[in-house]
């Protein structure tokens, strides 16, 4: 399905919450590239538990998780360098605003030569947005650590 059909399928309560998190997004991608993924994931943390904070974006808390998830998606897909690590970013702020406890891992794998490194929300679930086929291959470089504390 092509990205403006899948954008026409979208409700409008689907869409303006997209806006908030294509916003999220971008602040999200401009912290990585000035705090970096540790400091930003630990930033997340302590900031989803603030009384304000847990409702951004607005609406949030009436959606699934996986109905989240192909929101989530597309406004990672705004960033395809680092895709991965921005849609793992705003999935913890997701779950750890609703009390789940989650973590960003960070995997590495070699395959036909090259080099490719990917990284994935995980939760009590298991790889939340992410089959589990798709991440078998990589090996757990590291973690936020924080998957058990709460």
């Known amino acids: ?33 000035v705090m970096g993924w540790r400091r930003l994931s630990q930033s997340i943390l302590v900031r989803s538990r603030g009384t304000w904070a847990r409702h951004l974006p607005w609406f949030h808390f009436n959606y699934e998780i996986e109905r989240l998830v192909p929101l989530v998606d597309i406004a990672a897909g705004r960033f395809p360098r680092n895709r991965c690590l921005v849609r793992s970013m705003l999935m913890l702020w997701l779950l750890r605003t609703r009390g789940e406890p989650a973590e960003v891992v960070l995997g590495v794998r070699k395959r ?3 080099f490719e490194a990917h990284a994935w929300t995980s939760s009590a679930r298991g790889p939340v947005g992410e089959s589990a086929e798709a991440i078998a291959d990589f090996a757990i470089m590291t973690g936020t650590g924080t998957y058990k504390e709460l």
């Not at 092509?2 to 999200?28: W, Y």
């Open 1 to 33: 399905m092509s990205k403006l059909e899948r954008l026409r399928k979208l409700s409008i309560r689907d869409l303006a919450l997209l806006s908030q998190l294509i916003g999220c997004a971008c602040a999200v991608a401009i912290a990585l590239r």
């Open 112 to 114: 036909a030569g090259t």
